[in-house]
């Protein structure tokens, strides 16, 4: 880099300036831009990116440009229009976004500490041959003219497909890397100094969005990661208001001069008369706090308004493509006002169904569903999805992943058929009159392969996963770099609280919705948990009473009499009040109806809550919470902030999610994606390899309860590659009553799980890797209780050491009892693992509340994905997970 520094030079205040490049001097003239000589100016002056000039085979015209006359008709510092090229132009396996040159007649020292401008320079001037390609059609003047005009070589204006066809066939003519800078006139156009610094390339998004067609402003930073647009000060956690059209963050200290009085809302001054950029549309209206404090309520409302409603923001109709055909106006009017319009709906190209309201991109399977019968766009054809089977849905040919859903819900699928589908999901065949019993999305199966396809389902059958409702729509199937776990375990061992810990560990935001669903089942909770408080302190009241009824009667034996009525109080008694609400709660509880009435009721009986938990009874049972055996473990976490979780405006920390139990009310697939983490650690050097959105990874959370029976939906899952089995560890002394009124050991519960599933005809061939979870919990008591407490782990006879307080010793030397008996029931999984299958099992321990040793978990299912991949030797060699025991057993 100090080499190239010492190579590119920016146009400073003197038109000449003797460049040396290592030892060699090289004198070479230039003249790019003229000094200024106006009076002082307030604002930032913009910079020049450097330029490689002795690779610039055009200084000439770039005279020309500065002597222009335009220069002197504009009495504002002089910018030249920054010059694109087309990312396809340059290293087409390189992801370049940017490339621009700036000249900046003032300045030139801020270029040295400027990462962002030093990375694009190198992609301009590079060091050998491989950038000469791209430099040269850098410099080549039709790709200027086609910036200057104003447009993205690939917006929809036919001018611009003209000048990109005669610039080709200039290409072609001159063999294609001759410069043919004279080919042409070049017009630069000089902006206003305070405008953006850069206009960058357009992205054609890979949805094939249509982009507006004039050309909006994209800012670049030029400060460090994190810093104003502007000043350049701040850092990630400064708060900033961002411009909806070119994107630039403003701190507090910048945004209104930056952005003015917002006649069209947030905007840069010289964004104004821009569209804005589409996926900022549902940020539109919705002010910040930043704004908020810098002006009065009044303007912040103002200024809302006319970004919501202003002209240039609208949705361009003519850019909504339906059926292949533009919307009018009033089509779009139409399908932005009917009942269920599409979400966020940005300019593209859409197909629409309306005997069913499927609504999807084009080339695509459905992502939405709308209101059916609107009349907008034109007709749709038969390949709108791209489907590539023989089934047709009104008009429409369907797609493998459509036609696996039709096929759970059990429609006949065989040979070439067309049916018409309502869009309540009842459907029939073309040209016959038989309507088939039965509705598409009723079936548990279908509504679970949705999910899992990230398909919704009409909103009054049920409503679709909270999970797709923030994700933009992906089919799976079209993904092939993606790695899927499927994470499954019985009742309580911890499948949601991995789950959860995953989203918090690979920065994948818990939706409003989330945050909603879990704070009403923390305070749904938190009555619970009273209730079992309340319930103990009946029993403590009642055997201390009992204790004192005893003693009295030794102590004052004989016709006494009155003893009985004085002592009727304890430490654990209650006034009325407080009894009362008591034994209602006792009573709501033992109804079952809990879950029912709260958190509807929490605004009622919040104060409650207070007077309860600064009772002196309550707080006398709490502090005997142990003996308290239906009180879950982290009930305490919960208690122990009682007053603030029952209030209203109470908000769940991330720690409070996960430290909650499940995810949603509802025991449905959740799915959860993000980059694979092994990866990412890999690639810390090579940024472009860190971004690939194609190594990523899915976490499918599946609630045992809802595989049905003999897990018989497993079958959803059998393009998974890795299955995540969660046991409990705390679980081997633990028992639930079972139908017949037996006792069933937890953990010989979750073996059956566990062998229904390896067996399973669907994961045949499948990796397995087993999560023994909670090994706080076995650390535990595994000293007050034995593990042979569990039937099958008779056998366990673990070594007595020579001390025989083995398990809290320091000696590092020998495991404690925990891991020993950890060690052991990993032993007996993979035995029976191997003679259920005759493969090997893999094992990590972890502590579900420990986000490490969940990373390090989904780390190694990574890994182990890998080596099948690549060395099925090593892999046979290999000593089965033993790494894994003795890396997760350290911790
Ligand atoms: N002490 C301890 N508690 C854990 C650990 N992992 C999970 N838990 C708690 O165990 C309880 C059950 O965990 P969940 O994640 O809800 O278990 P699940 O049954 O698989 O999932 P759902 O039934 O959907 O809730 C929760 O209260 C968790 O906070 C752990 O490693 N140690
Ligand atoms: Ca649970």
Not at 174 to 203: A, K, L, Q, Y
Not at 308 to 318: D, E, G, R, S, V
Not at 738 to 759: C, H, P, W, Y
Not at 866 to 878: F, G, N, R, T, Y
Request: with cysteine; charged share 25%.
């Amino acid at each position: 880099m100090a080499a190239l520094l010492r190579k590119l030079r920016p146009a400073a205040n003197s038109s000449s300036v003797p460049i040396d490049e290592d030892d060699e001097v090289f004198n070479v003239e230039y003249s790019i831009a003229m000094e200024y000589h106006g009076p002082p100016v307030t604002y930032r002056i913009p910079h020049a990116a450097p330029v490689d000039f002795d690779h610039i085979p055009t200084a000439a015209a770039a005279v020309a440009m500065v002597t222009s006359t335009s220069l002197f008709h504009n009495s504002s510092i002089p910018v030249v229009q920054p010059i694109l090229k087309k990312k396809s132009e340059i290293r087409p396996e390189r992801e370049t976004k940017t490339e621009q040159v700036i000249v900046d007649p003032s300045s030139s020292e801020r270029l040295a500490g400027d990462s962002v401008d030093l990375r694009i320079s190198g992609e301009i001037a590079g060091s050998g041959e491989e950038s000469d390609e791209g430099f040269q059609n850098y410099m080549n003047p039709t790709n200027w003219e086609s910036t200057e005009s104003g447009l993205s070589s690939r917006s929809l204006s036919s001018e611009v497909f003209s000048h990109k066809e005669e610039a080709e066939e200039e290409e072609e003519e001159c063999g294609g890397d001759t410069p043919h800078h004279v080919r042409r006139v070049s017009v630069v156009t000089f902006r206003d100094p305070d405008s953006r610094d850069v206009v960058e390339d357009e992205e054609w998004s890979e949805s094939g969005e249509v982009e507006a067609v004039e050309e909006r402003p994209k800012a670049v930073r030029t400060g460090k990661k994190g810093s104003c647009y502007r000043c350049n000060a701040g850092n990630r956690f400064t708060e900033k208001e961002v411009c909806i059209v070119c994107g630039a963050k403003y701190c507090s200290n910048c945004v209104l001069r930056a952005m003015g009085s917002m006649p069209e809302g947030r905007k840069c001054v010289t964004c104004i008369g821009y569209r804005i950029d589409e996926s900022r549309r549902r940020k539109l209206g919705k002010c910040s706090r930043l704004l908020k404090k810098l002006i009065s309520e009044l303007e912040v409302d103002q200024i809302m308004k006319s970004e919501l409603f202003c002209k240039i923001n609208q949705l361009p109709a003519n850019l909504v493509f339906v059926n292949g055909e533009p919307l009018s106006e009033e089509e779009l009017v139409r399908l932005q006002n009917c009942p269920n319009p599409p979400r966020k709906l940005k300019p593209g190209f859409y197909w629409y169904d309306n005997v069913s309201g499927f609504w999807g991109k084009e080339g695509q399977v459905y992502c939405e569903i709308i209101s059916p019968q609107l009349n907008v766009g034109g007709r749709i054809s038969s390949n709108a999805s791209n489907g590539n089977t023989q089934i047709m849905i009104n008009g429409r040919k369907i797609n493998k992943v459509e036609l696996r859903i039709l096929q759970l819900a059990g429609v006949p699928c065989e040979g070439e058929l067309h049916y018409w589908v309502n869009p309540d999901g009842s459907y029939q065949q073309e040209g016959m009159n038989n309507v088939f019993k039965g509705k598409i999305w009723e079936k548990v199966a279908v509504k679970l392969a949705c999910a899992l396809f990230s398909l919704p389902i009409p909103s009054d059958t049920s409503n679709p996963p909270t999970e797709e409702k923030e994700r933009p729509l992906s089919t799976p199937v079209e993904k092939k770099r993606l790695n899927k776990f499927l994470l499954v375990g019985s009742d309580q061992s911890g499948t949601s609280t991995i789950f959860k810990q995953a989203k918090v560990l690979y920065n994948v935001p818990f939706s409003e919705e989330e945050r909603q669903n879990i704070k009403l089942m923390i305070q749904s909770k938190l009555y619970s948990y009273l209730g079992i408080l309340l319930e103990g302190r009946e029993k403590f009241e009642e055997e201390s009473l009992f204790q004192k009824g005893k003693r009295s009667l030794i102590n004052q034996p004989g016709p006494s009499g009155n003893t009985g009525q004085i002592e009727q109080t304890t430490i654990y008694s209650i006034g009325q009040r407080l009894k009362a609400f008591s034994d209602w709660l006792l009573k709501v509880m033992a109804s079952g109806n809990l879950e029912a009435i709260f958190p509807a009721a929490t605004r009622e009986y919040a104060q409650f809550v207070e007077d309860l938990w600064n009772d002196t009874a309550i707080q006398a049972t709490y502090n005997r919470r142990n003996e308290l055996e239906m009180l879950p473990r982290n009930a305490t976490y919960f208690l122990n902030r009682a007053v603030e979780i029952s209030r209203m405006d109470y908000v769940p920390s991330d720690m409070d999610i996960l430290y909650a139990e499940g995810i949603t009310s509802s025991n449905s697939v959740a799915s959860v994606e993000f980059s694979c983490p092994k990866w990412e650690q890999e690639s810390m050097v090579d940024a472009s390899l860190q971004r690939d959105p194609l190594l990523r990874c899915q976490l499918i959370r599946v609630h045992s309860s809802s595989l049905g029976e003999n897990c018989k939906w497993l079958q959803m899952f059998e393009d998974v590659d890795i299955i995540l089995f969660c046991v409990s560890l705390s679980d081997y002394d633990e028992f639930f009553d079972d139908r017949n009124g037996g006792k069933v050991n937890k953990l010989m519960a979750s073996k059956q799980l566990f062998e229904s599933i390896v067996t399973h005809q669907s994961f045949e061939k499948k990796q397995f890797l087993l999560l023994l979870n909670k090994f706080d919990l076995l650390e535990e008591k595994i000293d007050r209780v034995p593990l042979s407490r569990c039937e099958w782990f008779q056998d366990f006879c673990p070594v007595i050491s020579s001390n025989p307080t083995s398990s809290s010793n320091n000696n590092t030397n020998s495991p404690t009892l925990a891991h020993r008996a950890f060690q052991y029931i990993a032993m007996k999984f993979k035995r029976h693992f191997h003679a259920l299958t005759d493969r090997k099992l893999f094992v990590s321990l972890i502590n579900g509340l420990e986000s490490e040793t969940v990373d390090e978990a989904i780390r190694y299912g990574g890994e182990i994905l890998k080596w099948v991949e690549e060395k099925p030797k090593l892999i046979a060699d290999q000593q089965v997970s033993s790494t894994s025991i003795e890396a997760s057993s350290s911790s």
